[in-house]
């Protein structure tokens, strides 16, 4: 044995006895034993652990404020009825998301569908293979396809059943509040078998959904092209004052941040005009931080300018948002329930 055994340890302040112990898995687990398991990890496994222990906190307190930030085609791969149902159960008090989220929630709402495909057949080249698509008319999404003959769906949506009732001045959510609306009664009208979605329930429950970077969607251009004949525009800054309000009049404030881009930034540069910041955050994303670009910055960093409160409680999992939301979501669901 080494003499070095002999040797006086240093002091440590930051080491503390904590050993790693060994994720158990067994047949009939719920995601909440598996959660629990995670907790004894480390790395990813126990990031996730934490998201859930404060997202739980975060949606089981009535005294907290929910904004919720929904980046990336969270809609077309499976992500919708989820997050409908947050809405639904009061778990959302403010979504910030992006004009393609709602183009799709829409296209569903009126009965269109999102399909099961491929990123390459493995056969032709990756251009070949997106060039057939393209002669077929289907669009690409990673490995889900949707039809184009959808997107001329939700222009006629937009242009008969939408459009028509804001014939003015109006902000962007008072655009996807009437997009809502609209969702919900075509929907029942025409006995749609998928659900009314995640606009229609943020318009029957009174959240808000605020879309910052509507330009850069389908929703916002068929909205350009109607505001080129028609006595209509967007209002973008007096979004602002809605928000804001929100946020200043919350007792705390929580943000469940969904992938990055404009909705994260938005999301949390809202505490920058009012007094508090955020009590509590989660990040699911797999951008990364050390670009320095707003979408891979850590919540750590957002303390730095205010967005958080220095002793709020944040954490951020690093992995597609397709797996750890449903993981975060059902594990917290569990949560509360065994404590109520």
Do not use: C
């Amino acid at each position: 044995m080494s003499d070095d055994a002999d040797h006086e340890l240093p002091p440590r302040e930051e080491f503390h006895h904590d050993p790693i112990g060994h994720t158990d898995v067994w047949a009939g687990m719920s995601v909440g034993d598996l959660v629990s398991e995670y907790g004894h990890a480390g790395i990813g496994a126990k990031d996730l652990h934490e998201a859930v222990d404060i997202y739980a906190e975060m949606i089981g307190n009535d005294d907290v404020t929910n904004f919720f930030g929904l980046a990336g085609a969270m809609v077309p791969t499976g992500m919708r009825n989820l997050v409908a149902d947050l809405i639904r159960d009061g778990h959302i008090d403010v979504l910030v998301t992006t004009g393609a989220n709602l183009t799709h929630d829409a296209i569903e709402a009126i009965g269109g569908k999102h399909h099961h495909g491929r990123d390459h057949d493995g056969e032709s080249t990756p251009r070949d293979f997106d060039e057939k698509l393209r002669d077929e008319w289907v669009d690409r999404i990673y490995n889900v396809y949707l039809p184009q003959e959808h997107f001329t769906a939700f222009e006629g949506h937009l242009r008969s059943e939408v459009f028509p009732n804001i014939d003015r001045t109006v902000t962007i959510q008072e655009l996807t509040e009437e997009l809502g609306r609209a969702n919900a009664e075509v929907n029942e009208r025409e006995g749609i078998k998928e659900d009314a979605g995640i606009a229609a329930a943020a318009y029957e429950n009174d959240v808000p959904i605020y879309v910052p970077a509507i330009q850069d969607s389908v929703l916002g251009l068929q909205a350009w092209m109607y505001s080129q004949v028609n006595d209509f525009s967007l209002d973008a800054l007096s979004d602002m004052t809605g928000l804001t309000d929100i946020a200043f009049d919350a007792e705390q404030a929580a943000a469940m941040v969904v992938g990055g881009g404009v909705p994260k930034n938005f999301v949390l540069q809202t505490m920058l005009v009012v007094p508090d910041a955020y009590n509590y955050a989660v990040q699911l994303t797999m951008d990364a931080p050390n670009t320095g670009g707003l979408s891979g910055a850590t919540l750590d960093e957002a303390r730095s300018w205010g967005k958080l409160e220095k002793a709020a409680r944040n954490v951020s999992v690093y992995a597609d948002a397709t797996i750890t939301l449903p993981l975060v979501v059902a594990g917290a669901r569990e949560k509360i329930q065994e404590s109520s």
